[in-house]
C-alpha cells in the first residue's frame, strides 16, 4: 500500500460584521474571516493538506484568489474538488486532522457539525476526520482575536 501524508496551514484575519464560516458551519459571532472566498480557514488548510500529501501543489496554485470564478465561494465547493482531484490520481482519503486556534467563540458546540461537513464535501465516513479547536491563552494574534490560524494533517492512499 502506498501511504503519503500532507501538512497545511492557514490563516485569515478577523474583521466586525463579516460572516464566520468554519469548517463548512456558521458560526454566528461579532467577527468573521476577511478573505475573497467565504474564508473558510479550516477548509482551506485541510485542502492544503491533502493537496500536500499527494504532490499537487497548493490551494492558490489550483484557485487562484485573482480569479472572480472563487470570489465569495463556499469553501465546500474546495474541498470537493481537492478531494477529486487526489482521486484522480489514484489516492483514497485515510483521514483528516485539524486544529483551529481562535480565541472566541467556543467551538466546542460546532464540532460535530464541521465534521459532518468535511466529511460530507469529501466524501469520507464522519469517523475519518477530526476537528479539534483550541484558545492560544490570550498569546499572539490569534488570543487578540486579530485572525485565526489552523494546521491540518491528511494521510491518503493508494490501495
Ligand atoms: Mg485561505
Known amino acids: 500500500m502506498d501511504f503519503r501524508i500532507g501538512h497545511g496551514y492557514d490563516v485569515h484575519a478577523l474583521a466586525d460584521d463579516l460572516k464566520l464560516v ?13 478573505a475573497h472566498s467565504d474564508g473558510d480557514v479550516a477548509i482551506h488548510a485541510v485542502c492544503d493538506a491533502l493537496l500536500g500529501a499527494a504532490a499537487l501543489g497548493d490551494i492558490g496554485l489550483h484557485f487562484p484568489d485573482t480569479s472572480s470564478d472563487y470570489s465569495g465561494i463556499d469553501s ?51 469517523d475519518r476526520v477530526s476537528v479539534k479547536a483550541t ?9 487578540r482575536e486579530e485572525g485565526v490560524s489552523v494546521s491540518a494533517v491528511a494521510l491518503i492512499f493508494r490501495p
Open 22 to 34: 468554519l469548517g463548512g458551519v456558521e458560526i454566528p459571532y461579532t467577527k468573521g474571516l476577511v
Open 135 to 143: 484558545t492560544t491563552e490570550h498569546l499572539g494574534f490569534e488570543g
Open 76 to 126: 465546500k465547493i474546495l474541498l470537493h474538488r481537492t478531494a477529486a482531484m487526489v482521486r484522480e490520481k489514484g489516492y483514497e482519503i485515510g483521514n483528516v486532522d485539524c486544529t483551529i486556534r481562535m480565541q472566541r467563540p467556543k467551538l466546542r458546540p460546532f464540532i460535530d457539525a464541521m465534521r459532518r461537513a468535511l466529511a460530507d464535501a469529501m466524501g469520507v465516513d464522519d
